[in-house]
């Protein structure tokens, strides 16, 4: 059997991508800015849902679902 490298993760970033991220990285919002409504509101129109929130990480993600279903120490 031929064995195949699988990429961990390759970026596809366009230059206009990058330059929006550095416009981002120059304002004084990083993560509350007007881009981050921006984007929210594209994902739940994406997702079909009323409302998405951006988060800072995925262990944050998952400490809202994990609250969201009332788990908890022990469960």
């Known amino acids: 059997m031929k064995q195949q490298k699988v990429e961990f993760f ?3 970033l ?3 991508d990058i330059d929006e991220c550095v416009k981002v990285l120059k304002s ?3 993560t ?4 981050t409504q ?3 509101n594209k994902l739940a129109n994406l997702l079909g849902c009323f409302y998405a929130v951006g ?3 995925c262990t944050d993600a998952l ?3 994990l609250k969201y279903f009332n788990i ?3 469960d």
Request: net charge neutral; aromatic share 8%; no cysteine.
């Open 10 to 12: 390759k970026h596809n």
């Open 14 to 16: 366009s230059s206009e």
């Open 28 to 30: 004084i919002f990083l």
């Open 32 to 35: 509350t800015g007007k881009l």
């Open 38 to 40: 921006v984007v929210e």
């Open 55 to 57: 988060l800072t990480s």
């Open 63 to 65: 400490f809202l679902g």
């Open 72 to 74: 908890g120490p022990g």
